[in-house]
């Protein structure tokens, strides 16, 4: 088992930053991929950025790249979401994820594990 605490959302202007946090316990953190994704009022839950487990591979959405920066300390056992220029359409409930195995996995399925979820604002 692997628990996750998501920290840092909050209301924000747009074109504004947030970091977002997400805090691992448990099992070996360096063990397991980590994934963001964000569920808006109404839609499905969508992929927005992924770090394999040294850190090493990152990838993004294309509606974030550019913008979102993923990374993580195995040290600490945290992952972390850097989000410049924040748009309105950014706003949705945003979980941190973990998963097994060595292949980026964009689909929500493929991660076992998933905190409560942080929510981020952006206003216009």
């Known amino acids: 088992q692997v628990q996750l605490v998501e920290s840092g959302g909050g209301l924000v202007q747009a074109g504004g930053s947030l970091r977002l946090s997400c805090a691992a316990s448990g099992r070996t953190f360096s063990n397991y991929g980590m994934g963001w994704f964000r569920q808006a009022p109404g839609q499905e839950r969508e992929f927005v950025a992924d770090i394999s487990r040294t850190g090493g591979s990152t990838y993004y959405a294309g509606s974030v790249k550019g913008r979102f920066t993923i990374s993580r300390d195995n040290a600490k056992n945290t992952v972390h979401l850097q989000m410049n220029s924040l748009k309105p359409e950014d706003t949705a409930v945003y979980y941190c994820?973990?998963?097994?195995?060595?292949?980026?996995?964009?689909?929500?399925?493929?991660?076992?594990?998933w905190g409560q979820g942080t929510q981020v604002t952006v206003s216009s």
């Open positions: 994820a973990a998963r097994t195995g060595t292949i980026l996995i964009t689909r929500a399925g493929g991660y076992a594990y």
